[in-house]
């Protein structure tokens, strides 16, 4: 589509106007394809350069004559072969020239030299034209100074003005190419950037996010099992999937399981099936998804969660590619490729036992280890701008935009729930700023405000602790809190959580145990 609007600050058409009125007082006008004049003729407050065309516009029905003599034109410019024609308008005796727009082969439009009288009209056909003019509803002083005004011109006139006004056709397609051209070449580059900053679905301009996705471009063609590790919210499922996507497998099965979300009866159900009547319950086969997933990727979510027979199985399934569904008298083979992801330390698992040693061989060929958005945080803007963009496309809400507090205020934060976490926080932000175009940082959710009072990126500010009582109640509740809110933070990863509050892991295993904050202990219990 031609930008029309862009016509009348061109520096070479603002020029041609002003010769075709100098020369032959005629006014410059363009339409679209549809005939519709985009020349600003209409706009309030219009300046006219030919008397006839404003008197004309100022009748009851002027816009509607000049309307039909541009619909006749373009049907008659469309039908023929010629690129520009002189036109006899709606009133006699006045003329024009016209000259079609084509792009490509498609008819965008038409300019329109508009009007002039030729110098062999003589005296009776222009009180013709006046009194056509009075009846049309303008003064009969009027319409005589408006055809006084009329440039008349001469056979050699009406030769050049053709020309001058395909040099006006000309200029608007040129400009109109250059444009396209321009704008191409912006896409392109927006795609190379989009390219540059983004593997499938995970964005980031991040040293550390480019160092995965060279990453994951040699592990793409590829049959190595892959093993991630990342905080939750970091995207091990997406890294998974772009895995999967971009592998010779693509066209097959991409399955996911949370290893942590199942007891080890159920998880061996779902990875491996089952057989009718193998326990209350199982009233028919099932397929487990190593079944399913045969000759495509099977993702293994939270693999550190697994017990150690859970994990003997899966080895044997890695070595042998064999499974034994429950219930099940013989093994069954599955051509499946597995991913296993974790956000536990699976090196200490091993050094305590908890996590098999030549399990964590097989599944480490190719090691992807995700970094925490507080690591990465020149990402946070590239992040908060696409998940901005989604939820605002998704809702049909005009794009909005972040005011720098509230983008400052963002940045600050330690995001502990990384990814997952800030785009949560963007989806509420849309729905809390309802009609307004800009995010402020009263929006933002009560635990960013508190946690970014105190330094960039520090901790949340502890609050309701009774400072009644004696001190070591309330240093002890104070300890309690914090090594709550460091579990949940930190997943339960007491490596992780000790280091963090500078402290042995024996010494907070044994605070956890004092202030029964262990889940399993929990989950044991209920």
Not at 70 to 81: F, M, P, V
Not at 89 to 114: C, L, N, R
Not at 156 to 177: A, G
Not at 373 to 398: N, Q, S, T, W, Y
């Amino acid at each position: 589509m031609i930008n029309w609007k862009e016509m009348k600050n061109l520096h070479v058409i603002s020029k041609l106007s002003e010769i075709l009125n100098k020369w032959y007082g005629t006014e410059l006008i363009w339409a679209d394809a549809q005939s519709k004049i985009q020349s600003g003729h209409l706009d309030k407050g219009k300046e006219f350069k030919s008397l006839f065309f404003k008197v004309q516009f100022n009748m009851p029905h002027g816009h509607e004559f000049i309307h039909q003599d541009i619909e006749n034109i373009t049907e008659e410019l469309k039908a023929g072969h010629d690129q520009t024609i002189v036109f006899e308008s709606y009133f006699k005796h006045i003329k024009g020239v016209a000259s079609k727009v084509v792009v490509d082969g498609e008819y965008m439009g038409t300019v329109i030299a508009y009007p002039f009288m030729m110098d062999s009209v003589t005296e009776n056909e222009k009180e013709e034209l006046v009194a056509q003019m009075v009846e049309a509803g303008t003064s009969e002083s009027d319409a005589k100074s408006a055809i006084a005004h009329l440039r008349f011109m001469n056979q050699t006139d009406v030769e050049y003005l053709p020309e001058l006004n395909e040099l006006v056709s000309e200029e608007i397609i040129e400009f109109h190419e250059e444009i396209s051209k321009r704008e191409e070449r912006i896409q392109e580059l927006n795609s190379e950037l989009g390219d540059k900053y983004r593997y499938h679905m995970m964005i980031g301009k991040s040293k550390k996010m480019q160092q995965i996705y060279n990453l994951l471009e040699k592990v793409s063609t590829s049959e190595a099992s892959v093993f991630i590790q990342g905080e939750n919210g970091t995207g091990k499922e997406l890294v998974a999937k772009a895995i999967h996507y971009y592998s010779p497998r693509k066209e097959n099965m991409f399955l996911a399981v949370n290893c942590s979300a199942f007891n080890d009866n159920l998880l061996d159900s779902e990875l491996f099936g089952h057989m009718k009547g193998a326990f209350t319950g199982a009233i028919k086969d099932k397929k487990g998804l190593f079944e399913q997933a045969n000759g495509g990727t099977l993702f293994l979510d939270e693999i550190g969660d697994t017990s150690l027979s859970m994990q003997v199985k899966l080895l044997r399934v890695l070595q042998e590619g064999t499974f034994l569904p429950v219930g099940a008298t013989g093994p069954k083979k599955t051509d499946v490729r597995i991913i296993a992801a974790t956000n536990r330390d699976i090196k200490k698992m091993m050094e305590t036992g908890e996590f098999r040693e030549d399990l964590y061989y097989r599944i480490n060929v190719i090691n992807v280890n995700l970094p925490p958005l507080r690591d990465r945080r020149e990402d946070v803007p590239i992040l908060m701008d696409h998940f901005l963009k989604k939820r605002c496309d998704e809702a049909g809400l005009p794009m909005k935009s972040f005011s720098k507090k509230c983008l400052e205020k963002m940045l600050d934060y330690h995001w502990p729930g990384n990814v997952r976490e800030l785009e949560n926080e963007v989806e509420r932000l849309v729905v809390l700023a309802g009609d307004d175009k800009i995010i402020t940082p009263d929006q933002l959710s009560p635990r960013i405000m508190e946690a970014v009072g105190g330094p960039r990126g520090g901790g949340s500010v502890v609050r309701g602790i009774n400072t009644n009582g004696s001190l070591k109640a309330a240093l002890e509740e104070l300890e309690a809190l914090m090594i709550r809110e460091g579990l949940k933070r930190c997943n339960f990863n007491k490596s992780k959580l000790s280091k963090e509050l500078g402290i042995s892991r024996a010494s907070l295993i044994m605070k956890v145990d004092k202030y029964d904050l262990d889940k399993r202990k929990k989950a044991a219990n209920e």
